[in-house]
């Protein structure tokens, strides 16, 4: 610690994780996390309603999570922050839409 200056590894600034690194990791974790959460307490609700309805659901509650993550593209390991971030969008997708569990008439 220099005179006065705090260093931390990880913060929350508006609402997004950064570490020092600017990498998504604490991000994703924090969406994976909140996902899991919000799908398992509507489960009943998605389970009953059309896909349509759940397609608005996960661009109400879950999108806006991805919205914050676009200054962090821009760092210098943008291509590793990518392809981690586009793959926990298709699992919150498919987590809430329900697309990920087959049914045996479709």
Known sequence: MLEG???THKYKYLGTWITNKLTLDSQLECIKKKTDILASKLFPLLHDVSLSFRINLWEIFIKPLFDQLVHLFYADTAKTNRSKATRLLKYTFKRFTLLSRST???
């Open 104 to 106: 045996p008439d479709d």
């Open 5 to 7: 200056i705090h260093f």
